[in-house]
Structures are given as structure tokens and as C-alpha cells.
């Protein structure tokens, strides 16, 4: 947990220095990506929202994005994320968007992905897309790196 804080202060850090902002939409990190956002000091000078994008219908809700609008996806993959990091920029008119999305565990997702599974983006200035695997079925620990993976990944993107 440690660790999710040093990033979270540098990504912050960047983000002011920068005055840009940020919003977040995350699956199987629980709202770990932004509570440690918004742990730092000064959150509302960067951090615009976020969304728990945990179900179909919080998809639907929170993201706008309809069962049509799925077609050709399939949530727990890179282009999912990538959409959902597109989505959040644009909703919010930011600089930068990035999610998560994932199983975490103690089993897989239903679209065959083990617990561990992991992609996640960054859709800005500079964009990237990931997948991680664990290899862990441990539910809190994937959470963790999940967050803290999704913060790197940002804080490369600001710092390169």
C-alpha cells in the first residue's frame, strides 16, 4: 500500500505542474486508483471524477455505453479498456483518461481470464494500453497491483 502512495504523489505532482487533469474509470481495482488520487493534497486541483465500472449495468449507467456500443468488444481485454479510458476523457474534458478493468480474484471472469487478469489504459497527450497477469489468485493483493500498475503506467506517460 505503501508503494500506491509514492506513485499516486508523483503522478500527482506531474499532473499539477502540468495543471491538466485526470478522471478514472476502474473495474476490478475496486476504486483503489482514485481513492489514492485523491488521497494527495490537492486532488481537486487534477482529479475530475470516476466511475466503478464493476457491472454491465454500472457500463450502461456511469459510461453511457449500451450493449450496441459493446459490439466488437469484450469487457477484461485492451480494447474495452482503451474505450474506457477514451470515454472518461472525453466525458469529463480532460487531459487524460485512464481505467483499469480485470478479474482479481479468488477465481477467473467468465470470459475465460484468470484471477490476476488485468488491462488497463491511458488515453491522453500520449496514449498506452497494457495487460498485466499476476498470476495470483489473492483478491486484495491483485486490487493492489492493479492500482499501482494502472498509476505506473500513467506516471511513464507524464514523465516520458
Not at 457500463?59 to 474495452?80: A, C, K, N
Request: hydrophobic share 45%; aromatic share 6%.
Amino acid at each position: 500500500m505503501k508503494e500506491l502512495v509514492g506513485i499516486a504523489e508523483r503522478v500527482a505532482a506531474q499532473l499539477i505542474a502540468r495543471k491538466q487533469t485526470i478522471a478514472v474509470a476502474e473495474s476490478s481495482a475496486g476504486g483503489l486508483i482514485s481513492a489514492r488520487l485523491l488521497a494527495v493534497p490537492g486532488a481537486s486541483a487534477y482529479y475530475l471524477g470516476g466511475a466503478v465500472v464493476y457491472t454491465r449495468d454500472a457500463r450502461q449507467v456511469l459510461m453511457d455505453i449500451s450493449d450496441d456500443g459493446m459490439r466488437g468488444f469484450r469487457s477484461s481485454s485492451e480494447p474495452y479498456a482503451q474505450l474506457l479510458a477514451e470515454q472518461m476523457r472525453s466525458r469529463f474534458n480532460c487531459e487524460w483518461g485512464l481505467s483499469e478493468t480485470g478479474a482479481a480474484g479468488p477465481t477467473g471472469n467468465r470470459y475465460g481470464d484468470a484471477a490476476g487478469h488485468s488491462c488497463m489504459a491511458v488515453a491522453g497527450p500520449a496514449a498506452e494500453v497494457m495487460t498485466l497477469e499476476t498470476g495470483s489468485s489473492d483478491r486484495f493483493a491483485n486490487m493492489q497491483v492493479f492500482a499501482a500498475t494502472a498509476l505506473k503506467l500513467l506516471l511513464r506517460k507524464l514523465e516520458g
